[in-house]
Nanobody
Framework: QVHLVESGGGLVQAGGSLRLSCAAS????????MGWFRQAPGKEREFVAA?????YYADSVKGRFTISRDNAKNTVYLQMNSLKPEDTAVYYC????????????????????WGQGTQVTVSS
């Protein structure tokens, strides 16, 4: 069993930055694919970024968001820069005890474990 806890959300003005963290407990963290998803009101949960040995990004966040991981701390991060009002959502950390490939890494159904979410609100 893996327990994920997100932190770092908040209210920020457009153009600002936030750094989300996701602390994981449980089995060998380095063997997990870690992902970030987000869900805005009335919309489906969508892929944001993921990291295995490589990093993957949704087109909407490329060049603005950076995902990274610290295996010694069992933590994955999402650095969000140049935030826009349309980035407003609840952000969820997700994990899968496998090395996901390109075809499945952006599919929320590929992940087994989820955090409780952290709210990010970007004001215009």
């Amino acid at each position: 069993q893996v327990h994920l806890v997100e932190s770092g959300g908040g209210l920020v003005q457009a153009g600002g930055s936030l750094r989300l963290s996701c602390a994981a407990s449980g089995r060998t963290f380095s063997s997990y694919t870690m992902g970030w998803f987000r869900q805005a009101p009335g919309k489906e949960r969508e892929f944001v970024a993921a990291i295995v040995w490589s990093t993957y990004y949704a087109d909407s966040v490329k060049g603005r968001f950076t995902i990274s991981r610290d295996n010694a701390k069992n933590t994955v991060y999402l650095q969000m820069n140049s935030l826009k009002p349309e980035d407003t959502a609840v952000y969820y950390c997700a994990a899968r005890f496998a090395m996901l490939g390109t075809a499945t890494i952006n599919d929320r159904n590929s992940y087994d474990y989820w955090g409780q979410g952290t709210q990010v609100t970007v004001s215009s």
